[in-house]
């Protein structure tokens, strides 16, 4: 294990997308020396080029921790889409059959505390569970327009109205989006993901661009894993079924290449905006 004195080694338990390796590039030119625990199935392969790393199973906890601890990782963050797998789909090893009641029992509240869950015992077998956001402060949404384009009055009351259908949705940890047009909502997130949202609510767009995606935090969500993030292809599918614009949380929801991001927005003709947390009341 590294030496109080030192840096400590970062290890990145890795889903899919691109975050993950801008992760492990920041902490490498921060000295994190970062070391990527790959999910079988789930990481990019272009994640772990040229980065240490190791390949293990999503239910072989014992292999996930041990490898952890070998490359002397002290802190830990969880990063990249990652689909829930179906519990005849697990491989447990053995600390995974010993966590497994517990994932089960958690599972059946929702995503969030499932997350929870996952998070305690990563902090029982001692390690710190960091956000993505200590390893890359620019993540984090800013409050206001992200490009030039900005919220017609129209779309600023689609987002009032969809951001209290997504509080409402997150207060019982069901998902982290909505997409909102001239007050009609044409779908939530659940299961699916952002993507499936906005790919399924394609035909119900009637003609001309308008709706609005608003992504927010859960109420009570464990903000270190699984903050709502949009990146250049979350703007790219929302222009490709009409919406007017995207609007997340300031302070409480991850930007994945926000220049990139801007720059897509205004080539494509759509608002990204961060947003203040309404009252929850």
């Known amino acids: 294990m590294p030496k109080p004195t030192e840096t400590p080694r970062l290890g990145i338990i890795a889903g899919g997308g691109s975050l993950p390796g801008r992760l492990a590039e920041a902490a490498a030119v921060a000295g994190r020396d970062p070391f990527i625990v790959a999910i079988s199935g789930e990481t990019d392969p272009e994640t772990l080029v040229g980065r240490a790393h190791v390949s293990v199973g999503i239910a072989a906890v014992g292999r996930l921790i041990d490898a952890l601890r070998d490359a002397g990782c002290a802190e830990i963050v969880l990063a990249g889409r990652m689909k829930r797998p179906t519990f005849s789909e697990l491989r447990p090893d053995w600390r995974g059959m010993k966590l497994l009641p517990r994932v089960i029992a958690a599972a059946r509240h929702g995503d969030d505390a499932l997350l929870k869950t996952i998070v305690a015992y990563l902090e029982e077998e001692g390690f710190r569970v960091i956000g993505a956001d200590d390893v890359?402060?620019?993540?984090?949404?800013?409050?206001?327009?992200?490009?030039?384009?900005?919220?017609?009055?129209?779309?600023?009351?689609?987002?009032?109205?969809?951001?209290?259908?997504?509080?409402?949705?997150?207060?019982?940890?069901?998902?982290?989006?909505?997409?909102?047009?001239?007050?009609?909502?044409?779908?939530?997130e659940a299961a699916e993901g952002t993507d499936a949202l906005i790919a399924r609510i394609g035909a119900l767009q009637p003609a001309g661009r308008g709706g609005v995606l608003v992504k927010l935090a859960k109420p009570d969500q464990e903000r270190r894993v699984d903050l709502p993030t949009i990146g250049v292809a979350t703007v790219e599918k929302a222009a490709s079924v009409g919406l007017a614009g995207i609007a997340v949380e300031a302070g409480g929801a991850l930007i994945v290449d926000r220049a990139g991001v801007a720059a897509a927005a205004d080539r494509l003709g759509l608002f990204v905006v961060g947003i203040a947390r309404l009252d929850e009341t």
Do not use: F, N
């Open 136 to 188: 890359m402060t620019e993540l984090l949404a800013p409050e206001g327009s992200i490009g030039k384009h900005v919220p017609t009055a129209g779309a600023t009351l689609d987002i009032e109205r969809a951001t209290r259908v997504v509080l409402a949705l997150g207060r019982l940890d069901v998902g982290q989006a909505a997409i909102v047009r001239d007050g009609i909502v044409l779908g939530v």
